[in-house]
């Protein structure tokens, strides 16, 4: 029989085993990872002086690193590498290869850490994103490139996994800090994008239509919530320069949906937060931006066209919609055509011809523009199938209400839900006119239903917090916020 001295002195031993096993563990993993790369390497010599070599190298070392510190570095690592996969810059085949890796990483990783948690819990809307991503599963077996619509439903679902688990582990519980950082990150794009588009007539984004995603769904919402938010004259100063650049980029563009997804947020927000001084001064700036751009920065070809015609007709006569009327009259030809179980997710009925297909990259032959999300995967599903997209449309609709109910309610610019839900409001309006939503491989899809999956935490919390008590210090011009006592602490 042990004593009790002795039993608490072998619990304690043991509790300090499993300690420093704990701290111990992950460097020998990292130095067997290490020892088996050497092998790979001794066994199959590499041209080291190869780009490509090097990017992945350099990839597999800030994947560890981001990794090994998950829940600050994680989620801007991820958007970090689909944004560059996404862009005209050097690496970027290395990275358009290398993100379904850091997606399945995260995802695993993410949702391993997140079950550690005692408060960890799924809900109504992580089962119905569960159902969406089951159907679009099942719906890769109706395409005519089953093998691609597979790999797409197969992404779609991942990305379903890591925004409810490693997703909610970077921003829930610290929020403050989170919203910070990104405001920085975004006014850091903006600047560079500007140097890239204004001085060095560089098209980092590649297509206008991505620039005008870019600025109108994520980083403009952003800074105007950022310059409401602000506390400090300084920090203001900045974010409002920021926007400034940000709004010449967006007409720069001349992307209709992201020029309307922006506007549609900002306006909202004003209007939650009564700042109609506010709106109406905005809206003469934009106007003279507008006005900036079509006749000095960025002109169109057609120099007789008059700013209106600039930006509503892009210079085609005919009705406001010319450009995406014949793209909705194909998708729904389509949808006539398959109307129960759709034509394959995130696929092209179109064409049956055999073609080498990528694993990692999609093919122009088996994938088509639809001009909206909504018919896109209308198409995809069918009638049959787009219930759970939709009703996980509606859920995402319904939780941006809330929000914007509440901070009319309340006045409060500091709630973290609503920057989230300008971010995701833009995404509904833009999303009408471009297809990238359910486009797993699209930066902003991963950017959108991250924060979906966010708001559906934050929503409830707030709802039963009391009433915002805006307390210090200030962070980056913005305050600590109280949880609500019962909300998941991570």
Same mark, same amino acid.
């Given at each position: ?272 937060? !009564? /700042?109609? +001084? ?7 700036? #934009?106007?003279?931006? &507008? *006005?900036?751009?079509?006749?000095? %920065? ?106 914007? !109910? /509440?901070? +009319? ?7 973290? #839900?609503?920057?989230? &839900? *300008?971010?995701?409001?833009?995404? %509904? ?62």
């Amino acid at each position: 029989m042990l004593t009790e001295w002795q039993r608490r002195h072998c619990g304690s031993q043991v509790g300090n085993v499993n300690n420093t096993l704990i701290k111990v563990l992950p460097l020998v993993g990292l130095l067997v990872c290490s020892l088996s790369l050497l092998c790979v390497l001794w066994g199959f010599p590499v041209n080291f002086s190869s780009l490509e070599v090097l990017g992945g190298v350099l990839f597999l070392q800030i994947l560890v690193a981001a990794l090994w510190k998950y829940r600050e570095c994680f989620f801007p690592l991820l958007i970090l590498i689909f944004l560059w996969a996404g862009s005209d810059v050097p690496l970027r085949e290395t990275w358009a290869f290398g993100r379904w890796f850091v997606l399945i990483g995260g995802a695993v990783v993410g949702f391993v850490a997140y079950l550690k948690h005692t408060h960890h819990h799924f809900g109504f809307f992580h089962l119905v994103a569960l159902s969406a991503g089951l159907v679009a599963l099942i719906s890769a077996y109706q395409s005519m490139h089953p093998t691609v619509a597979l790999l797409k439903a197969v992404s779609l679902l991942i990305l379903f996994v890591y925004a409810a688990s490693g997703a909610r582990l970077a921003i829930i519980g610290r929020e403050a800090r989170f919203f910070s950082g990104l405001l920085i990150a975004c006014e850091f794009l903006i600047y560079a994008s500007a140097i890239s588009y204004f001085i060095f007539h560089f098209a980092i984004f590649g297509n206008p239509n991505s620039l005008g995603v870019v600025t109108g769904v994520v980083v403009t919402p952003l800074m105007v919530w950022g310059v409401l938010a602000t506390e400090r004259v300084t920090e203001r100063h900045r974010r409002c320069i920021g926007l400034a650049l940000s709004l010449v980029l967006l007409f720069s563009s001349y992307s209709r949906a992201g020029i309307l997804a922006a506007a549609g947020s900002s306006v909202l927000l004003g209007i939650a937060l !009564r /700042r109609y +001084r506010w709106l109406i001064t905005g809206a003469a700036i #934009a106007t003279l931006f &507008a *006005v900036l751009v079509a006749t000095v %920065l960025a002109p169109r070809s057609d120099a007789s066209s008059s700013v209106v015609d600039a930006f509503l007709y892009k210079g085609q006569r005919g009705h406001l919609l010319t450009s995406r009327k014949s793209i909705w009259d194909e998708t729904t030809s389509v949808i006539r055509q398959h109307p129960w179980f759709g034509a394959g997710f995130g696929t092209n009925v179109a064409s049956s011809d055999i073609f080498n297909e990528s694993m990692f990259k999609s093919s122009s032959q088996a994938t088509k523009e639809h001009g909206s999300s909504y018919l896109a995967i209308l198409e995809g599903v069918g009638l049959l199938g787009v219930l759970p997209f939709y009703t996980l449309l509606f859920l995402v609709s319904a939780n941006i209400a809330r929000v914007f !109910r /509440r901070v +009319r309610r309340t006045g409060d610019p500091l709630s973290p #839900a609503l920057p989230v &839900a *300008v971010v995701l409001l833009a995404g %509904l309006v833009g999303g009408a006119f471009e297809d990238w939503i359910f486009g797993v491989g699209y930066y902003a899809c991963v950017f959108f239903w991250s924060f979906a999956f966010v708001l559906a935490d934050l929503v409830p919390a707030e709802a039963s917090a009391p009433s915002p008590v805006i307390i210090g210090p200030w962070r980056n011009g913005f305050a600590a916020i109280p949880q609500a006592d019962h909300a998941p602490v991570y």
